[in-house]
C-alpha cells in the first residue's frame, strides 16, 4: 500500500495560504494547517459539538453587538509557514464578520473542547500558538465522564506572549466583561 492509498499527495506536502484559499469549504472542513502541513483530526463526538454548540451560543448572546461567538471557524496565525487553526469556539470583532481570513488582531477569545486524541494539542501546542499569536484569551474545556465540565481560563500576559492561569470553573461559569451573563455547563 503507498502512502498516495492512505492520504492524497497534497497531504505531504508544505501548501501555501494561497493554495489553501483556492481550496473549496468541503475540503477545508475538518482540517488544520499547521507549519504548512494539513492535519487532519478524527470527527469530534456529539457531546463535545454539543458542548462547544452550548458554549458558543451562551457567549454570542453575552457578547453584545460589538462582538459574535461561533464554532467551525478558521483563525490565521501566520501565513508563513501557513498556521491556521480552527477553535471549537471563537469570540471575534462583530464588524469583522466579513474579513477573511479571520486574523488573531479580531479575536478576543478561543476555546478548545478536549476529546481523546486531542490532549497534548489542546493542553499546550493549541496554547503557545494562541499566545504567540497574541489572542488576549484562552479557554481550556475538559469533559467530565459525570458531572459539569470544567473551564480552565487563561489570560494574554503581552510582554512575554504567554498565557498565565485564571480561574478553573465547573458548573456555572460566570463570564465577566465584556461580557455578563452565566452559563450553566451543567446542562450538558
Request: a negative charge.
Amino acid at each position: 500500500m503507498t502512502a498516495e492509498m492512505v492520504a492524497p499527495a497534497w497531504m505531504h506536502e508544505q501548501i501555501t495560504a494561497e493554495e489553501y484559499e483556492s481550496w473549496s469549504e468541503e475540503q477545508c472542513a475538518g482540517i488544520e494547517i499547521v507549519d504548512g502541513m494539513v492535519v487532519v483530526s478524527p470527527s469530534a463526538s456529539k457531546r463535545h459539538n454539543r458542548l462547544a454548540r452550548l458554549l458558543a451560543n451562551a457567549l454570542d448572546a453575552a457578547a453584545g453587538p460589538d462582538w459574535n461567538a461561533d464554532t467551525d471557524f478558521d483563525v490565521r496565525l501566520q501565513d508563513v509557514p501557513l498556521t491556521n487553526r480552527r477553535p471549537d469556539v471563537i469570540v471575534y470583532r462583530a464588524d469583522t464578520i466579513d474579513i477573511t481570513p479571520t486574523r488573531p488582531e479580531h479575536v478576543l477569545l478561543v476555546a478548545e473542547v478536549v476529546s481523546p486524541g486531542s490532549e497534548t494539542t489542546d493542553r499546550i501546542v493549541k496554547v503557545d500558538q494562541y499566545a504567540k499569536a497574541g489572542i488576549g484569551f484562552y479557554w481550556r474545556i475538559e469533559q467530565a465522564a459525570t458531572g459539569a465540565p470544567l473551564v480552565y481560563t487563561y489570560l494574554l500576559d503581552p510582554a512575554t506572549r504567554t498565557y498565565r492561569e485564571g480561574g478553573v470553573f465547573a458548573g456555572v461559569l460566570k463570564v465577566t466583561a465584556p461580557f455578563a451573563a452565566e452559563i450553566d455547563l451543567g446542562q450538558i
